[in-house]
């Protein structure tokens, strides 16, 4: 039995669940059972589209050190099962508690301490930059790192390849991920209206399973022609396909983006998105907007002028749409889930 540890709500989004229900339905393909141990009944509705079971542990997801006895005595029942889990909340202890109990894997995005695991997961394009191992951490963990890991769904790994041939922009995506606290995809296309040259592009606004005011957009939107909303979307990679551009929130769906070749314009809202942002500005694989923690209203205006700096040279497109697909191949998901199955 392989169990999975993730939580989802609007105040994390939906990354952590996401990027492990690619995982768990890879483990599936292989005959293996999976099963998701949630805090909270967030995470459902997502769990029952995948037809995924789950446990839900009746704790609060900012202190998981609360739930290890009832967690304990799930992987003591399950005899000495393989544990993935993905929060950014766990502790020392709550790792080191989980060991005695499991083989356990941890999906990371950023170095808090020496985790005491049996295995890190860092996919992201610093993963192999961070400097895992040596003092502090137990002897014989395993690293798995850098973009040959990154966990897409499995509509990615099989559009994967196909390279976008465009040099004209004329659908943009707007997406702020999972959840979007400050209104940001509004405030995009407020700005992006406003201004006379991109106002007459086609805008795809997605609202994520957790955006606060789903009916306000919709409201919003059916004022403009040239604007389209969407929902709860299932085949995420069909609609991206539709898109020349994008612009994408720091985080997981700018590796979804970059197996299809789709160029990105990036922002951040959250202190974690920073590191991921920074390894792709560095690169010169995206187009930077901004940070709204430090930037505010000042944001749009700023990614309103990188943009049109982008779309004037058609030379760049073409370079981003190719370096951005070597980057991912789409069969992360299937390393991973092949690795745990092995354990």
């Not at 997801?61 to 393989?82: M, Q």
């Not at 999906?107 to 860092?122: E, K, L």
């Not at 790994?157 to 991920?177: F, H, N, P, R, Y």
Request: charge should be negative.
């Amino acid at each position: 039995m392989i169990f999975i540890r993730a939580d989802a709500n609007s105040e994390i989004g939906s990354g952590h669940l996401m990027r492990c229900l690619s995982v768990a339905d890879r483990i599936r393909e292989t005959g293996r059972e999976v099963c998701f141990l949630v805090a909270d009944e967030n995470p459902i509705p997502q769990l029952t589209e995948w037809k995924m079971p789950y446990r839900v542990l009746g704790s609060d997801y900012r202190h998981p050190e609360e739930e290890l006895s009832l967690l304990c005595l799930v992987l003591e029942k399950a005899g000495h099962p393989v544990l993935l889990v993905d929060s950014y909340y766990v502790t020392p202890d709550y790792l080191q508690t989980l060991r005695n109990h499991a083989y356990v894997a941890y999906m990371d995005d950023r170095i808090r301490f020496p985790y005491p695991v049996n295995a890190v997961i860092n996919y992201n394009i610093y993963g192999d930059l961070l400097p895992y191992g040596g003092e502090g951490w137990p002897a014989g963990t395993e690293f798995l790192l850098g973009t040959e890991y990154v966990p897409l769904r499995r509509e990615f790994s099989e559009c994967a390849g196909e390279l976008k041939k465009k040099t004209e922009v004329q659908d943009v995506l707007i997406t702020t991920g999972g959840s979007d606290k400050y209104l940001l995809s509004k405030g995009f296309l407020e700005a992006f209206l406003a201004d006379e040259e991109l106002s007459r592009l086609h805008y795809h606004v997605v609202c994520g399973a957790f955006h606060p005011d789903v009916e306000g957009m919709k409201r919003y939107c059916e004022q403009f022609p040239r604007v389209s909303l969407y929902h709860n979307v299932t085949r995420m990679s069909e609609l991206m396909e539709k898109c020349d551009l994008a612009v994408t929130a720091a985080g997981s769906t700018m590796y979804e983006l970059s197996a299809l070749g789709i160029p990105l314009c990036c922002f951040s809202f959250v202190d974690n998105q920073e590191q991921i942002l920074d390894t792709f500005v560095q690169k010169e694989l995206v187009i930077y907007g901004g940070n709204f923690l430090t930037l505010g209203d000042r944001l749009f205006a700023e990614t309103v002028e990188q943009l049109k700096a982008f779309l004037r040279d058609g030379y760049r497109y073409t370079e981003h749409s190719e370096r951005l697909r070597k980057l991912v191949d789409g069969r992360g998901a299937a390393r991973i889930a092949q690795f745990l199955c092995e354990k």
